[in-house]
């Protein structure tokens, strides 16, 4: 019940495709769910988040969407750029400051020029 | 400048020596978190402290043994190493949004490899 499941794991896109990442999470006390952009040597970094309250967000190119009745959400990244070229993940957790965050097991995504 | 700082970002070890990583956050941050990346880049959460006190322990060996000083600081320290203990090890602390959500800052890992 603890689980995230994310898919592709891996994903190529032409410069300016969309590139589309899926998550499924289990557990209906979930009620925060960002989305983490790790880059090759780093930590991974908070890119997006939404709670379960709204069915999408959008900030510059990267939309959630938010589906609570199936407990999916998903990441799209417009008008992909070889700079997005990084690894994704989901992420799930409870409200609060000792909340932890059960993550996806990534997505690497490759933006061909 | 970094919000969440740790060290060393390398280790290279043999098998059943210690080895100890610190961590430090500069963003007046209460809790505190370690997370385990394998191989295939899963991210897994180890530890978490909030103010100096263990809240999350997952099903870690008790070779892994973190302690908080004060709540800026988190570190880590294995016992024993083998071969399945080498990954990346990231820090994080988590501070509330305005949103009520608990947003977690990585440090940019420590790569710990066991010989």
């Known amino acids: 019940q603890q689980q995230v499941k994310q898919s592709p794991q891996s994903l190529i896109v032409q410069k300016g495709g969309i590139s589309i990442i899926n998550c499924a999470y289990e557990n209906t006390a979930f009620d925060y769910f960002p989305w983490y952009q790790q880059f090759p040597g780093k930590g991974p970094a908070l890119l997006i988040a939404?709670?379960?309250?709204?069915s999408e967000k959008k900030e510059g190119r990267f939309t959630i969407s938010f589906n609570k009745s199936a407990k999916q959400f998903s990441l799209h990244i417009m008008d992909s750029q070889p700079g997005d070229s990084a690894t994704y993940f989901c992420a799930a957790g409870g409200s609060g400051n000792t909340g932890k965050l059960i993550f996806g097991q990534g997505t690497t995504l490759q933006v061909k020029p | 400048d970094t919000a969440v700082s740790q060290t060393p970002k390398y280790l290279v070890t043999q098998m059943g020596n210690d080895k100890s990583i610190k961590c430090e956050q500069n963003l007046g941050h209460d809790t505190m978190y370690w997370y385990k990346q394998d191989s295939k880049k899963f991210l897994k959460i180890m530890f978490s402290y909030n103010n100096k006190e263990l809240i999350i322990n997952e099903t870690v060996p008790n070779r892994f043994s973190p302690k908080s000083p004060d709540k800026a600081h988190l570190n880590l320290h294995i016992n024993s190493l083998e071969l399945g203990d080498s990954a990346v090890y990231f820090c994080a602390s988590s501070g509330l949004a305005h949103s009520g959500a608990n947003v977690l800052t990585f440090g940019a890992g420590s790569r710990l490899t066991v010989l």
């Open positions: 939404i709670r379960p309250d709204v």
